[in-house]
Structures are given as C-alpha cells and as structure tokens.
C-alpha cells in the first residue's frame, strides 16, 4: 500500500538565463501560451502545455543555474525540478513523516503567493521533485 497517491504530473520548472529568448522559445517556436503566474519575489513565466504547465525561472542568488547541471550541488526549491499533484500535500507530508522513510527534504510544506501548498523532496538520485496541492 503506497504512502500517498500521485494524481498526476503538475508542472515542469526550468531555470532560464534571457526570459525573452524563452518567452520567444516556447510561445513563438512551440506555440506554448503564456499564462499568469502568482506573484513571486523572483522574475519567471508561465505557459500552458496541454493540461500541463512549463514554469520558468530566471536564475538569481537563490535559484540553480540556467540550464543542465547536478541538482545534488544545489538543493532548492527555485530549480529544475518536476511537481506531482497530490490531494492535500499538507497531508502527504504527514503520511510520508510518519511512515518512517529516510527522506531527503529539501522544503517542508510551504504556500505559493497564490495559496497552493508544496513540499520539496529529493529522490534517491537527487532529482527535485515536488508535491503540490491546489489553493483551497
């Protein structure tokens, strides 16, 4: 019996260096539309892919760097990483402490300027991965 129930695939997030040669990339290139995003206190764009969403982040003092790199170096929530909706990830951060798994937490749960709820994680090989739940 699993510990928490993935729903789906969230959203994908790059760190970018020119948000205008992205923005041109994926609207203009690959017809990606730009969406809204909440207000953060870092620079980035939304776009919609399908029922998935492409969050972009432009790199700064907290974020990795633009492009591939070894996410081990550089734990944060403010990289490369991909996000699974979860029902409540308030609750699933709850279900995963008290199940005894040896995590690696890279954020517990925290909301977005928009009220939406993540929990940060590092999976074995150091990949940043995401669990969120909608605003309520």
């Known amino acids: 019996m699993p510990v ?3 729903e789906c695939i969230d959203h994908l997030t790059l760190v970018v260096s020119d948000l205008d ?3 041109h ?13 909440p207000n953060f206190d870092f620079a980035g764009l939304w776009f919609q892919a399908g029922d998935t969403l492409l969050h972009l982040i432009l790199t700064h003092d907290k974020s990795g760097p633009a492009g591939v ?17 979860v029902p409540d990830a308030g609750a699933a ?3 995963l402490q008290a199940s005894g798994e040896e995590l690696t937490v890279i954020s517990p749960p925290k ?5 939406a709820v993540q929990v940060f994680l590092a999976d074995p090989d150091g990949h940043v991965v995401e669990l969120s739940s909608e605003p309520r």
């Open 69 to 85: 790199f070894s996410p081990e170096k550089t734990p944060s929530t403010r990289t490369h990483h991909f996000a699974f909706r």
């Open 111 to 115: 909301f977005r300027p928009d009220g």
């Open 21 to 23: 040669k992205s923005r």
């Open 4 to 6: 928490i129930e993935v």
């Open 25 to 37: 990339f994926y609207a203009d290139v690959l017809g990606m539309r730009e969406v809204p995003r």
């Open 93 to 95: 951060w709850d279900a």
